[in-house]
């Protein structure tokens, strides 16, 4: 399938765990507050949001067929506000650390990445990467952010 098709339905995915605020299919462009409290909160008032785009693509021509085999490198980014509550169960990083593994649990479910209709939007997908995880800052304010990588390889059709 098409890469919108799979980023979509990568997006969706991930917009299915509770407790992920706003998922967008693009880098989110954050360059004032007002756009960080536009674009970026969850219906709590919280920093709470996660993008998927493409940062790589690397292809091949298919050994049967004319085709040719596409392996799209996705880069999911997740941004989390910081709380510390002095409780390690309920720490904004001990939340944001399980949000991370409910999204890389939902993906990895999901390695087809198929519709409602069974529809597959890729050959194979995954496992998610946790490519770096720590503190960042967005806009003036210092903020959890994860970096996940997935992999989702299509046949694209012949030319």
């Not at 997740?78 to 720490?91: E, K």
């Not at 967005?138 to 994860?146: F, I, P």
Request: hydrophobic share 40%.
């Amino acid at each position: 399938m098409p890469l919108p098709d799979i980023l979509a339905k990568v997006a969706a995915d991930i917009a299915a765990v509770p407790g992920v605020g706003p998922v967008f299919q693009y880098q989110p462009v954050v360059q004032f507050e007002s756009d960080l409290k536009a674009k970026l909160l969850d219906s709590t008032g919280r920093l709470n949001a996660v993008s998927v785009s493409r940062n790589a693509l690397a292809s091949s021509w298919r050994t049967l067929g004319n085709g040719r085999e596409d392996r799209h490198q996705l880069t999911i980014r997740y941004w989390y506000a910081l709380q510390d509550t002095g409780d390690v169960t309920t720490t904004s990083e001990t939340v944001f650390e399980g949000l991370i593994e409910a999204v890389r649990t939902a993906l990895d479910g999901d390695r087809h990445l198929a519709d409602a209709a069974g529809k597959r939007q890729a050959i194979d997908s995954g496992p998610v990467q946790i490519k770096t995880q720590g503190f960042a800052m967005l806009s003036g304010a210092l903020c959890h952010y994860a970096e996940l990588s997935l992999e989702a390889q299509e046949y694209p059709a012949n030319p």
